[in-house]
């Protein structure tokens, strides 16, 4: 065949793209601090030294800096020393960028911020020198000096610089002065130019024997709170300082010292979202005045700072004959499988349908259902932390929701997983709760794994989660639920997968052993600490088309829901249970060994209770244990309860194994 690419001018190749105009880089560089909540500078040099600015538009401030280097894609990074933002800049070519762009681009960015980091530890290192001879230089304040006068409180160490203002240290934790707060007579705070603020303190008072630590976040506050309670208190100067003071003086006295952290009560919710972190993080315990204002604010308004400080013992410890008095019902919100305030692990092998389950109880009570399988429910709000499987999750809920002629749920989800036991991870979910209309009484986590960090082995991880559990059900006063996983082999698949620190936090554990061989799911309960055991129910998946839901061909979609299923048929015995019971209680009697999950009964053992509890005679009580004699191992085996293993039987029936199991497992 004749080539004519030759004479349509060569093989064809597709026209490249063509550049979008953009604005000059400088323009975007303005653009982008804008963006980033920052006043940008009316002018901006793009030559890759660190330029300063005023990221607020103040006179004299020279907190923001950028760095742009100008070669290629111009690009580096710029924020806010005082602020604590940090951006990386790109400008926009009006094109995709080349392999070799983006990775120069991503080194510029990186010596970006290095070049600022380095020129800030210069600036600082030079300010700390400054400012050591600027307080040592500084005379000692006086109580009527006009800001102390205003704020009624002693000068507490502060000293006077010669125009008048009153002067403040911050240390590092090496304990170096890094800093200087100036206040002036009419309250305007400024730190010294260059100086390093961040995770820097000053303490008022003395530790030495104390028993309590404050920390609050400014001057005036510390010492109100100095001069009231006697007690030292750090003065972190900003909110988000707190964190990380609490952190240091934790590190420094040690877990038996109580830290107690005032937040300042302000607009912005600031104050008590970094105390609350301070608090969850490192043990320390949270109090904020009840107006807004800080701790100066409310005492100088005559409010009792004493006792908002130091609150009176409360009644901790109760005589037990006070304490049996009254009645205490447990209260539900399933009756006998959802505790109200209660820690809950349901468990399952992945697939068996333990989800299908959790959203089965709590769709019901979200939707104010009157019960579920028989038992009593009430109804709250339900919150359902949800980590993965989205997708699946809003197709089940549509074909519960039709099943069940269900009207609206009082139910939220997550739209994504977060590290519930970080600080970080319970401030998000903590703070989402709070702006919930009512406060949940459910809180379900599905599943542990994606809400965990560390290791589900390790007990330090599951005392972090755990706690965190614990600070959400303290709040809100709700159920806590964890939907995990089993092992994977047979014998553990009536546990939770992971430490034994989980089970023995628990106030209820349940666990789904999946359908097998035309047999229903079953939902059994392993742990009800409070009450008794309930007895195991049993369930099937129903396909559900829903209404008015297609996939993209066109094709109906569906889902499964949970319906109550009939209990199996029980193995029979040949005297109606006898033998069973006669099984169970040589087990027990004989030290309650296991086998590979199973319960165990060596044959000597077996016999040994026959004679000595039950009065037969040697002879027939090898008759007993033979299992070609009809008699009551043969007909268990026949019954498939039992099986021959060794030098005795194991019990394999699932439900007696459970029952057993449970029983020696407290």
């Not at 320390?284 to 204002?293: D, E, K, L, N, Q």
């Not at 209309?437 to 986590?445: A, T, Y």
């Amino acid at each position: 065949m004749t080539d004519i690419t030759n004479i349509l001018g060569g093989a064809f190749t597709p026209p490249e793209k063509r550049a979008v105009l953009t604005d000059p880089p400088e323009m975007q560089l303005i653009d982008a601090i804008k963006a980033s909540g920052l006043e940008p500078p009316d002018r901006v040099i793009l030559d890759g030294k660190v330029h300063r600015f005023s990221s607020h538009g103040k006179k004299g401030d020279d907190a923001g800096w950028y760095v742009v280097y100008p070669e290629g894609v111009p690009s580096g990074a710029f924020g806010c020393w005082r602020d604590g933002v940090q951006v990386n800049f790109r400008s926009d070519m009006g094109r995709e960028l080349s392999a070799a762009e983006q990775m120069e681009t991503t080194r510029r960015q990186r010596e970006a911020r290095e070049a600022r980091a380095s020129e800030q530890r210069l600036k600082q290192s030079a300010t700390a020198n400054a400012v050591e001879e600027i307080w040592r230089g500084g005379m000692a304040a006086s109580g009527d000096h006009p800001y102390l006068a205003r704020k009624g409180i002693g000068p507490n160490g502060a000293r006077v610089t010669p125009d008048g203002r009153l002067m403040l240290p911050l240390y590092s934790d090496a304990g170096e002065i890094a800093s200087l707060q100036y206040i002036d007579a009419e309250g305007g705070k400024k730190y010294q130019p260059g100086g390093l603020t961040k995770a820097c303190s000053n303490i008022i008072g003395d530790t030495d024997g104390a028993k309590r630590l404050y920390i609050a976040e400014g001057f005036a506050t510390a010492a109100t709170i100095h001069e009231v309670t006697a007690s030292p208190v750090a003065v972190a100067y900003s909110a988000s300082n707190l964190p990380e003071i609490t952190h240091q003086w934790r590190e420094r006295l040690g877990p038996s010292i109580s830290i107690i952290v005032v937040a300042d009560n302000d607009e912005s919710g600031l104050g008590k979202s970094y105390a609350d972190q301070a608090s969850a993080k490192y043990g320390a315990a949270v109090v904020m005045p009840p107006s807004a204002g800080d701790a100066n604010d409310f005492h100088l308004s005559g409010g009792d700072l004493a006792s908002l400080l130091d609150p009176p013992a409360d009644d901790w410890l109760i005589a037990a004959d006070d304490f049996c008095k009254q009645p205490a019902p447990i209260q539900w919100h399933v009756k006998h499988w959802c505790q109200k305030q209660s820690l809950m692990m349901i468990h399952g092998p992945s697939g068996g349908g333990k989800t299908f389950m959790v959203l089965d109880m709590c769709l019901r009570i979200a939707a104010g259902k009157p019960d579920w399988f028989g038992h009593v429910t009430r109804s709250c709000a339900v919150v359902y932390l949800a980590g993965e499987g989205h997708h699946g999750l809003r197709s089940r809920i549509a074909a519960w929701k039709q099943h069940n002629t269900s009207g609206p749920l009082d139910m939220y989800l997550s739209r994504a997983g977060c590290d519930l036991n970080t600080p970080e991870g319970y401030l998000r979910v903590v703070t989402s709760l709070r702006a919930l209309k009512s406060k949940p009484g459910v809180i379900v986590v599905d599943t542990l794994h994606r809400f965990l960090k560390g290791d589900e082995n390790s007990a330090q991880d599951a005392k972090s989660m755990l706690d965190a559990c614990a600070m959400l059900m303290d709040e809100f006063g709700c159920t806590v639920i964890l939907v995990h996983h089993t092992g994977v082999s047979d014998e553990v698949q009536h546990r939770a997968r992971g430490s034994s620190a989980w089970r023995g936090a628990l106030d209820i554990e349940i666990s789904i052993v999946p359908s097998k061989d035309d047999a229903p799911m079953e939902i059994i309960q392993r742990k009800s600490k409070d009450a008794e055991i309930a007895a195991p129910m049993y369930a099937s998946l129903e396909s559900v088309a829903i209404d008015d839901w297609f996939d993209e061909d066109g094709d109906p979609v569906s889902s499964a829901v949970l319906v109550q299923a009939n209990a199996p048929a029980k193995p029979a015995t040949a005297k109606g249970g006898e033998d069973r019971q006669i099984i169970e209680k040589a087990w027990w009697s004989s030290g309650m060994e296991v086998s590979d999950g199973h319960p165990y009964v060596s044959r000597s053992a077996l016999k040994t209770y026959l004679i000595d509890q039950m009065g037969i005679k040697e002879s027939s009580a090898q008759q007993y244990i033979t299992p070609s004699k009809k008699r009551l191992v043969h007909r268990l085996i026949e019954a498939e309860i039992l099986v021959e293993k060794g030098h005795g039987f194991a019990i394999i029936c699932p439900q007696i194994t459970s029952i057993l199991m449970i029983r020696k497992n407290g």
